[in-house]
């Protein structure tokens, strides 16, 4: 029998199957995560980890942890892991890829309409009683029949996102490591952003990146907070640099209520629900106890994290 820890309750019947295979299974109460103090002592003696993105898991508590063989993330990416450090214990690490693709396609394109229709702005027109009449130049946005998307980053998610964009009628630019990334982003009407977090695009969407876009284009975010630089993307929202910009995350998340970018005009900022929708968080569930099930019984995972490039 393995004892595993749990940092949240999930969503769905998937830790079920873990106490079914005879592990002992303690989820963290509460709906924060854990303390740096509560998530070493859960891992203290803990075979096999489920965490979250807003747990960090570094060094020091994979040090905590002696007996740890297995985490699994519940998140289709690791960057939240010190996945270097898990190799040198020869502890297995999992993630949930391709189960969210959908979920976050679809909010990718809520985003990338709600900005170019200017959606808040009309909303907040109705109920702050600013609105009239009919107004024939009021709240113009943009119509994406015709409107060139770049696809920074061209995975499932990214893929997923150009099938949908290519329905409205959008003329679709994949772009690649190894692309020209400001001369895409030059040619745009709108952008949205879909590599992973790494060293290598950490604030890859710098002040230079925003200078090379079109004053009337759209950036859309659904991937990681840390690929913006959010000082740079405020400046540019605020200089008209930029028509608008949309997010799902930030760096941190949450956002401080003090965050200056928060103030920027012709912002949408969600608190990270792209896999929000009941089948994908259940799916995801699923996906991390095959992780643990596989590793606590010595068998490969079936979704391993791929290494930090």
Not at 1 to 18: K, P, S
Not at 84 to 98: F, L, S
């Amino acid at each position: 029998m393995a004892q595993v820890f749990v940092t949240r309750r999930l969503a769905g019947t998937a830790l079920d199957r873990l106490a079914a295979a005879g592990h002992a299974v303690t989820v963290h109460p509460g709906d924060l995560p854990p303390t740096a103090g509560e998530l070493a002592a859960g891992v203290a003696t803990a075979d096999g980890l489920l965490c979250l993105l807003t747990e960090r898991i570094d060094a020091a508590v994979i040090d905590a942890a002696p007996r740890l063989r297995a985490i699994a993330n519940y998140a289709v990416g690791s960057d939240n892991i010190d996945v270097a450090a898990a190799a040198t214990r020869g502890i297995a690490v999992g993630v949930t890829p391709g189960v969210l693709t959908d979920a976050t396609a679809d909010l990718t394109l809520a985003l990338l309409l709600s900005a170019a229709r200017r959606l808040p702005d009309a909303q907040r027109s109705v109920t702050d009683g600013a609105w009239t009449t009919w107004e024939p130049r009021a709240w113009l946005g943009l119509e994406l029949r015709g409107a060139r998307l770049a696809v920074v980053g061209f995975g499932r998610i990214g893929q997923a996102v150009a099938e949908r964009a290519t329905a409205f009628g959008m003329e679709v630019e994949p772009v690649r490591r190894g692309d020209d990334l400001h001369a895409a982003l030059a040619r745009a009407d709108a952008v949205t952003l879909h590599c992973p977090l790494t060293p290598d695009t950490h604030h890859l969407i710098d002040a230079a990146a925003l200078g090379a876009m079109k004053p009337t284009a759209i950036l859309v975010n659904t991937a990681r907070g840390g690929i913006v630089d959010q000082v740079a993307l405020a400046a540019a929202l605020r200089a008209g640099g930029i028509a608008a910009a949309a997010l799902d995350v930030t760096d941190p998340e949450p956002s401080p209520p003090d965050d200056p970018l928060l103030t920027a005009p012709n912002l949408i900022v969600l608190p990270h629900i792209g896999s929000a929708t009941v089948a994908a968080r259940e799916r995801m569930a699923d996906m991390a106890v095959d992780n643990l099930l596989a590793a606590l019984a010595g068998e490969p995972m079936p979704h391993p994290a791929r290494p930090a490039h």
